[in-house]
Structures are given as structure tokens and as C-alpha cells.
């Protein structure tokens, strides 16, 4: 008994000093694990070059090097390190109730309505900005680990022009918000002379609240958003340029993936993987959306218009594991990094171009032809609202995209200009010649070639961009052959070469080389070298040439009232009699039930008897060379 009030009595009069020890006890393991888990984000161990499978690539300026080497084998297991998350940048409560203050008196002021911009600016104006974005990254992504110190750092710039307020400070934060800060040392804004007064003052007075990183370039006059982009480029102090479109946002780690690459292969541009932003949700696509074995690369057409296409087969295996870039063979425009002595080097973007248009496809070729690479990183993400065309030119137009484009193929594209001008001179009001002054300043652009010691526009279509099909001079017509009222358009069977239709067309935005056809001045339909026959059936099919005797008398009869690039395809037999190709539900046994074209009586303005087709060519429209 005398014990137990013994060691009451103790208890009491330690009581406190008990506690103070088991809380000090506490404080000192808690800081230890912080301190750990701060040592591992900014641990030095990088992961290993060896997962970068085109690493070894040899250089594109040896004549026997192709721009798709089958890369060496690599380990392909990958330690699982964790990274650094998502984390708007911390501020006082006092000062976000500031900004709040001001967004608000900044949303108040007059502006364009989203007609005018193309997209859902009045839901955009509800969102955070300060709003988490998907991380769409495939698994493996987030698993490598980056040396923060050692990597270069990154200036991005936004060239605007009568843009969206909230959509632009949404930019600005998602860059700042997913970017490293110690990677991130110039956020530059390029304003092109905007006519908007929500961009004037009220920018500023929100920009002023920003990091100081963030800053307001102002052009006098319109300059346009090639020299707007290099006037920006001319004040930037990082060591990697990233371009940028001001409707876009950031995915976690899009940084570190592309500046590790560009310090390994510093003559490479590389572009990250852009998802959509939902025109009118303005959402991020969610991940069961993304199918990360899709692996799209941007190309062009003959007419100089960008378009997107799957990676051909036979590149697609040489990606041996989900972090590995592939090579691009032309830049999409709206984002892209390039290290700022590559892009000194190969003189920056061409200023001679005007206002827009051309700028991303003269980059591209002038970087592979001049000794550089492109590729498209899966690690890094962006997130792009893909509206339609809203941007506004200082003058005609159709004629500055056209001056635009003939000083890049009259540049890079050797013999193989005459297909640009053969699939747009057909439309008068793209025919467009060079003043005197464009022409010297275009002579002075072609030395900037001869003093890079660029390689062929041939060298480019074998090595780069092989399956870009090319138009034989006896072809009228070429390109998809699209329904004008079920929207489908031929593919070939690969089994027993007969055409079907697929709903799965060229868009806008999309090009399909496999299912391309041309149509000849003595009326062949050409398919890869080979012809299309008419069956038995009435059907088509692909064929050698010269194996039936229904090959020739094949005619396109435009439809004047539709335009230059839809009318009725017909057939014309040995006999005399002609029949109008329309699509139908197949009832033979070959493909039954399948959607085919197939000739039937002709009918005066049946929509199924109606096809357009990609290019309506002119050659004999092609001018002499302007210099």
C-alpha cells in the first residue's frame, strides 16, 4: 500500500515533464521523416539514359542513316521512385482573396462573346484556375525519377492576340502549377497589339499579383505570331524555348521529360503529347479515354495543310517500352520546346512568313534536313482546345497562307513544289505571286539552306515521312474518295483486294495514305501502283494492271453546283453504255451486307451517286520557280 501512493506521488510531481519529453520525442521523429521524404524528391540518382531506346540513333547527316533505326535491345525494367505531384504554388490567404478581388474586377470588364472566340468562354470564366488537370502519363512515366539540378531550365512563351482572358491566365497558372520552380525561370506573355480592353490594363493588373517570373511583352503594331514568338524568344533566359498556345494547360512532369531529353539530344525539338480540351466543356479528357498505344505523329499534305497519322506498323514494335519518344516528322504549332542554342543554330523561326501559317511545317523541315530530330514524348502532356479557326489576319487571308507556303516549298521542297501548286491553283482565288521584296527576302531564306548544309526534300519523303504518297503527273484526281451523303470512303481489303466503305475518313485534322486513290487523264483508278477493276457484280476491286479488260473508262463529272471537288464517278464499258457509281448495302455473297461502291443506273442528284475527292490537280498550272 505504501508503494503504490509512493509511485502516485512520483507520477504527479513528473507528470509535465513526462509529457514535455514524449512530445520533443515526437517533434524530432516527424522532422526526421520529413526530412527523408524531402531528401527523396530532390534525390540525385537520374534515371538511367538506357531507357531512351532512340538514344543511340546515329546522326541524319550520313547518307546511309534512315530516320527509323531499329534501336538497340534495352532493359526494360523501370524503378519505381515516386515524384513530386501536382502542387499550386503556395500563397497567404491574404493575398488569394487580393487576386480573387481583382480576377473578379477583371472578368467585369467588356469583352468579345465566345462566338467571337470559338470556344466556351463564358463556362471557362467558372472554372479554377488554379484546377488539377488529369495526369494522362502512362504508368511508367510517373515512375522516373529527374535530377532537378542538373537539368536545363526553360523559358515559355505565349504569343496572344485577341484572346480569351480566362482561358490565358488558366495557361499561366497550369504552367506554373506543374512546372518545377527552380526549372521555370520566365513565364513571357507576347502581346500582338490586341484590340481586346479585358488584355490591357486588367492584364496587367492581374499579372502584377503573379510570380515575377510572369511578364508583359507589348507590341506597337501587329507583328503576327511568328515574329511575336521571337520577340518573346529574344528576352527569354532559359536554356530551353518552349512555345506555347495561350488555350492550353499542363499535365504533371511534362518539364522534366522534355528538358531530360533535349540535354541528351540537344538537336532535338521535341513535342509533347497534346490532348483535347473539350471545345465547349473545356475538360480534360478523362484516362480511360486516352489509349496510350495510339501513337499519333503530325504530317502534311501537298496543299500545306497539317494533319495527324498514326504511326505506321512497321515503326510502332520499335518503341520498346511506354516511355520511349517517336520520331515526328512535322511539329503540330501550338506547343513545342527546342534548346536554345539548336534553335539559334538553325535561325529561329522563319520571319519571313506573316502573320500565321507555314511557320510549324518550315520548322520541321528545316530542322530534319539541316542535321536536327523531332520527336513526340509520352511523358510529357499538354492539353489543347482544338476550336475552330478564329485567328485574325491583317489582310486577305487565303493570299498570306499562300505567300506563307510558297516561300516554304519554294525553300525546302525541291522538285516536289509542283504538287502544291497543281492541288491549289485550281482555285483562282489561291493564286498568288511574290513582290519583288517578298522574292529577295526569299532568296536571302534559301541561303540560310546552302549555309546549314540541309539534305534533299527526297532525303525527307524516305527517310522521315516514307509513307507521304505522291501523285503521278497524269493524275486529275487523287487522294480519299469520300461518299458526299454517308460521309465514308474506300479501303481496300487487304484479303482479296476488294473496296469497302469505312466511316473512319480524313478530317480536317487526319490523314489516311492507305486509302488513296488517283484517277487518270486516259481514265485509270490507281491504288498504289495497281488499278481498280469493275467485277462481275458491278463491285470494285484492286488489281495488277492490265489483268481485266475494266480498268480504263473510268470519268469524274463535277457538280459545279457543290464545288471543284465533288461529282459523279462513272464507268464507261466497252460497249457503249455508262453506269454511275453509288454506295450500297452489298447483297452478293463477296462482303455480304458490307457498305460497297458499286455502278448502277445513273440518277440526276442522288447524294449516294455523289464522291469528293482529296485534290482536284492542275499541273498545267504550275508556275516557273519566283527566284
Given at each position: 500500500m505504501a508503494l503504490s501512493i509512493l509511485i502516485e506521488r512520483l507520477c504527479r510531481k513528473h507528470f509535465t515533464k513526462l509529457v514535455l519529453a514524449l512530445i520533443v520525442i515526437y517533434l524530432l521523429s516527424a522532422v526526421h521523416f520529413f526530412s527523408s521524404v524531402s531528401n527523396d524528391k530532390e534525390s540525385k540518382t537520374v534515371e538511367p539514359s538506357k531507357i531512351d531506346s532512340l538514344q543511340k540513333l546515329k546522326q541524319l547527316n550520313t547518307?546511309?542513316?534512315?530516320?527509323f533505326p531499329k534501336p538497340h535491345i534495352i532493359e526494360k525494367s523501370t524503378p519505381k521512385i515516386k515524384i513530386p505531384i501536382y502542387q499550386p504554388i503556395d500563397i497567404s490567404e491574404e493575398h488569394k482573396r487580393k487576386r480573387l478581388k481583382v480576377l473578379k474586377e477583371v472578368y467585369a470588364v467588356p469583352h468579345p462573346g465566345d462566338d467571337v472566340y470559338k470556344l466556351n468562354e463564358s463556362l471557362s470564366r467558372t472554372i479554377d484556375l488554379d484546377r488539377k488537370p488529369n495526369d494522362l502519363r502512362p504508368d511508367k512515366c510517373k515512375e522516373l525519377k529527374y535530377?532537378?539540378?542538373?537539368?536545363?531550365?526553360?523559358?515559355?512563351?505565349?504569343?496572344?492576340?485577341?484572346?480569351?482572358?480566362?482561358?490565358?491566365?488558366?495557361?499561366?497558372?497550369?504552367?506554373?502549377?506543374?512546372?518545377?520552380?527552380?526549372l521555370l525561370v520566365d513565364v513571357i506573355l507576347v502581346d500582338d497589339d490586341s484590340k481586346n480592353e479585358n488584355l490591357k490594363k486588367p492584364l496587367d493588373q492581374y499579372v502584377a499579383l503573379l510570380p515575377s517570373k510572369v511578364r508583359i511583352l507589348r507590341n506597337s503594331k501587329r507583328e503576327g505570331l511568328i515574329r511575336a514568338r521571337m520577340?518573346?524568344?529574344?528576352?527569354?533566359?532559359?536554356?530551353?524555348?518552349?512555345?506555347?498556345?495561350?488555350?492550353?494547360?499542363?499535365?504533371?512532369?511534362?518539364?522534366?521529360?522534355?528538358?531530360?531529353?533535349?540535354?541528351?539530344?540537344?538537336?532535338?525539338?521535341?513535342?509533347?503529347?497534346?490532348?483535347?480540351?473539350?471545345?465547349?466543356?473545356?475538360?480534360?479528357p478523362s484516362r480511360d479515354a486516352i489509349q496510350h498505344k495510339d501513337m499519333w505523329r503530325g504530317v502534311f499534305m501537298w496543299d500545306m495543310r497539317f494533319a495527324w497519322n498514326l504511326v505506321p506498323k512497321k515503326y510502332t514494335s520499335w518503341q520498346l517500352t511506354e516511355v520511349d519518344p517517336w520520331p515526328n516528322p512535322v511539329l503540330v504549332g501550338c506547343s513545342l520546346a527546342v534548346g536554345r542554342k539548336w534553335f539559334d543554330h538553325l535561325g529561329g523561326f522563319d520571319q519571313g512568313l506573316n502573320i500565321w501559317g507555314g511557320e510549324n511545317i518550315e520548322l520541321s523541315l528545316r530542322s530534319w534536313m539541316c542535321g536536327g530530330r523531332m520527336v513526340i514524348h509520352p511523358c510529357s502532356r499538354i492539353a489543347h482546345v482544338f476550336k475552330p479557326f478564329s485567328y485574325a489576319f491583317d489582310g486577305d487571308k487565303e493570299h498570306i497562307i499562300a505567300k506563307n507556303s510558297i516561300r516554304v516549298i519554294e525553300t525546302w521542297m525541291d522538285q516536289h513544289r509542283d504538287y502544291f501548286y497543281a492541288s491549289n491553283y485550281v482555285y483562282p482565288y489561291k493564286i498568288v505571286e511574290l513582290d519583288e521584296k517578298e522574292r529577295d527576302s526569299l532568296r536571302e531564306h534559301k541561303k540560310l539552306r546552302e549555309k546549314l548544309k540541309c539534305k534533299s526534300f527526297d532525303w525527307y519523303l524516305d527517310n522521315v515521312l516514307p509513307?507521304?504518297?505522291?501523285?503521278?503527273?497524269?493524275?486529275?484526281?487523287?487522294?480519299?474518295?469520300?461518299?458526299f451523303k454517308s460521309k465514308s470512303c474506300w479501303l481496300k481489303d487487304d484479303d482479296d483486294g476488294y473496296i469497302l466503305s469505312t466511316p473512319d475518313c480524313y478530317t480536317y485534322s487526319r490523314m489516311k495514305p492507305e486509302q488513296e486513290f488517283g484517277l487518270t487523264k486516259d481514265g485509270q483508278l490507281l491504288h498504289f501502283g495497281s488499278c481498280v477493276t469493275v467485277t462481275e457484280h458491278l463491285l470494285l476491286r484492286v488489281v495488277t494492271c492490265g489483268s481485266t479488260d475494266t480498268e480504263k473508262g473510268w470519268t469524274f463529272d463535277l457538280y459545279a453546283a457543290l464545288g471543284q471537288q465533288i461529282g459523279v464517278l462513272k464507268f464507261k464499258f466497252a460497249d457503249g453504255k455508262i453506269r454511275c457509281l453509288q454506295q450500297v448495302t452489298n447483297i452478293v455473297e463477296h462482303h455480304l451486307n458490307a457498305q460497297m461502291p458499286q455502278l448502277l443506273e445513273c440518277r440526276d442528284d442522288d447524294p449516294w451517286q455523289l464522291w469528293y475527292i482529296t485534290y482536284n490537280l492542275g499541273y498545267h498550272l504550275v508556275p516557273e520557280q519566283p527566284v
Open positions: 547518307k546511309t542513316t534512315r530516320a535530377d532537378l539540378d542538373s537539368l536545363p531550365t526553360v523559358s515559355v512563351i505565349f504569343p496572344i492576340y485577341n484572346e480569351a482572358l480566362s482561358m490565358l491566365l488558366r495557361a499561366i497558372h497550369s504552367v506554373i502549377n506543374n512546372t518545377p520552380q527552380k520577340r518573346g524568344a529574344a528576352v527569354a533566359t532559359g536554356d530551353v524555348l518552349m512555345f506555347q498556345d495561350v488555350h492550353t494547360e499542363f499535365s504533371p512532369g511534362w518539364a522534366e521529360a522534355a528538358l531530360q531529353y533535349i540535354q541528351q539530344h540537344p538537336n532535338t525539338i521535341v513535342q509533347p503529347v497534346v490532348e483535347e480540351l473539350e471545345v465547349n466543356k473545356i475538360t480534360w509513307e507521304m504518297n505522291k501523285p503521278t503527273k497524269d493524275m486529275l484526281r487523287f487522294g480519299e474518295v469520300q461518299n
